[in-house]
């Protein structure tokens, strides 16, 4: 695993952004994978300037988000759907069809996560997966249990998960219960994997993911498994590291 400590927000979003750059200038083909949340915010916003001065191109970049929350419409404003819209699809040279989300509206969820599961492996696989965690070491919405869910699935949310998302939403009550979420063979087979923690929230289970054992207790522990991990992080973030 290679470790980037930055200085703070700012910097670590700088540093992401230039992993990602980096990925696309060297394969303009690439399947991303791609992460909603706070904390990637930041490296959309500079990857938006980045592609609008020129530097980098979308035009030929495929994405795949992690996850959807059941229930909410794309054009929801807490779909996260609309979050990739408001915060990158919808600011840099990228079509439409070359992105691609969960449907959580889908009549048939579980035929909605083998769809999803297909879709994947038809692109050829994720190239580069990036990743936020949650403060219980949860990736998309793979909650700490006891197993690790291996493909997409539909989710049931924490307490804790739907604690600490509800600041999106008008009330806790709004929150949805479910999602569906890609699972960990499905995040593991990414080629690599670009995990972003941000603020001292994040240094318990930074340090539970990867200094304690593997297990689905801490999901976030089994990226100790695969080869090719990059842990970009602020102080705060990184400091029980
Ligand atoms: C959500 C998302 C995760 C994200 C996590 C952390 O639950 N499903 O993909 O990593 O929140 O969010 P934040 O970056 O806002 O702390």
Redesign the pocket.
């Known amino acids: 695993m290679r470790i980037y400590r930055e200085a703070d927000y700012q910097a670590m979003s700088r540093r992401g952004a230039d992993i990602l750059a980096a990925q696309i200038l060297l394969c303009p083909g690439s399947v991303l994978g791609l ?6 915010v930041g490296m959309y916003q500079e990857l938006v300037k980045e592609n609008q001065a020129g530097k980098i191109d979308f035009s030929k970049v495929q994405t795949v988000n ?2 959807e929350y059941v229930g909410l419409a794309p054009g929801h404003e807490q779909s ?1 759907r609309y979050f990739m819209q408001r915060n990158l699809f919808g600011h840099v040279n990228i079509s439409l069809d070359a992105t691609h989300v969960p449907d959580g509206l889908a009549a048939d969820l579980a035929e909605e996560c083998r769809r999803y599961d297909r879709l994947i492996e038809d692109m050829g696989g994720v190239d580069l997966q990036v ?5 219980n070491g ?4 793979n909650e700490p249990g006891d197993f690790f869910p291996l493909d997409t699935h539909v989710a049931d949310l924490t307490d804790s ?1 739907i604690n ?2 509800a600041r999106f939403f008008d009330s806790r009550d709004q929150v949805p219960r479910q ?1 569906l ?1 890609m699972g960990i063979r499905t995040i593991l087979r990414a080629r690599r994997i670009l995990l972003l923690v ?1 603020g001292k929230g ?1 240094a318990d289970a930074v340090a539970a993911a990867f200094h304690g054992p593997v297990t689905p207790r801490v999901p976030a522990s089994v990226l100790q498994l695969h080869q090719d991990v990059i842990l970009v992080g602020d102080s705060e973030a990184l400091s029980r590291l």
């Not at 949860?138 to 919405?141: A, K, L, M, N, P």
């Open positions: 992460a909603t949340g706070s904390t990637p992690l996850d996260y990743l936020g965690m949650g403060h949860h990736i998309g919405f998960t600490a998302n999602a979420s941000s994040k």
